[in-house]
Nanobody, 118 residues
Framework: QVQLVESGGGLVQPGGSLRLSCVAS??????????MNWYRQAPGKEREWVAL????????NYADSVKGRFTISRDNAKNTVDLQMNGLKPEDTAVYYC?????????WGQGTQVTVSS
């Protein structure tokens, strides 16, 4: 059974940084190229995709709204995916979710709240 557990959210001032982490279990990153994603959902808005990394190649892709500010990375030895967020803006405030597409099914973590406010 796939499980994803996020951590690292919190309150930060505009311009600040946070690092989110997602620990995955129930599958092994190194066995094949799984797509791992971060999504976010702000109050009253639809969930939106933020970033992608392929576990085998490390290939990444980002939403235009975070490109140049956020960096996604993975550690295949620890089965973790991180999201380093720099230059945070109030519009980055949302619940951030880790997502994995494994064996034909989508799995989600419980989410971690990120609030950017002065």
């Amino acid at each position: 059974q796939v499980q994803l557990v996020e951590s690292g959210g919190g309150l930060v001032q505009p311009g600040g940084s946070l690092r989110l982490s997602c620990v995955a279990s129930g599958f092994t990153f190194s066995t094949q190229g799984y797509p791992m994603n971060w999504y976010r959902q702000a109050p009253g808005k639809e969930r939106e995709w933020v970033a992608l990394i392929l576990t085998r190649t490390g290939l990444t892709n980002y939403a235009d709204s975070v490109k140049g500010r956020f960096t996604i990375s993975r550690d295949n030895a620890k089965n973790t995916v991180d999201l380093q967020m720099n230059g945070l803006k109030p519009e980055d405030t949302a619940v951030y979710y880790c997502n994995a597409y494994v064996n034909g099914g989508n799995s989600w973590g419980q989410g971690t709240q990120v609030t950017v406010s002065s």
